[in-house]
């Protein structure tokens, strides 16, 4: 088998079988589930990010609503229109993009959107509903690796899984995530004590931390499976070029199987957002989301 995880070819696979399960919903039950992604300011990453979000959005045929705000609305006016989306039922995830400007905090932004609503599982109930192993929505991120990594290794029960980085995006959630598949997880962090000698053990080894090509081969077990969520750009000849945490050209040779960057985990993370929202707008409906 290919040891590359193709992350784009998987993407597209989950958004034909999302495509169909929404017109199974808008024929069946009549409604069509709708995400709102509101953007404050004019961060360039986070402008393609959005356009990309909307464009994926309406062609598996759902509703894409945007509200893009100037970087100086206040606090008050983004809770204010939160409050509006949380209200409006043909609104059935609410999704605003980090970062948001300094003078706005994000806990408090993030916690005004109904946990039913939040299609980022970045709501505390979301948090709280993973770590107890309760049936809530899953950070985006994470859910694809996951997704990946059954897919390709099938049961993870027993493995051992190091997780370099704890974000509350990726690192903390990916973690949870692989203990509930009965992984023995470490996570490990910059105060890690000889952190290629951690990762070594691991047949599961998640890098998460935004350092361009940190992860060498030398850190790999033979045969483990490496996921790459880093998404760096670097500086070469000259150009820049898109590289991950993870040193592709050393790891892959002694990798089982290993994601590449780009076509790995990134565009996933979007296809995950339109799941989680097929399950939002389902949970809201009480219906059954549909089987594959
Ligand atoms: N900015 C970068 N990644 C993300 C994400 O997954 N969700 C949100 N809301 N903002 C982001």
Redesign the pocket.
Known sequence: MNKIIDGKLFAEGLRASLAKKISYVKENHGFTPGLAVVLVGEDPA?QV?VRNKGKQTTEVGMKSIEHKLDESTSQEALLKLISELNADDSVHGI?????LPKHIDEPTVLDSINYEKDV?G?HLMNVGMLNTGADGVV???PLGCIMMLKDRLGDLSGKSAVVVGRSN?VGKPMAALLLQESCTVTIAHSRTKDLPAVCREADIVVAAVGRPKMVLGDWIKPGAAVIDVGINRIEVDGKTKLVGDVDFDSAEPVAGAITPVPGGVGPM?IAC?LHNTLQQACRLHKVDMPKD
């Open positions: 986070s990010y999704l605003v993009q980090l970062p980022d970045f950070p985006c991120t995006i993370t957002l």
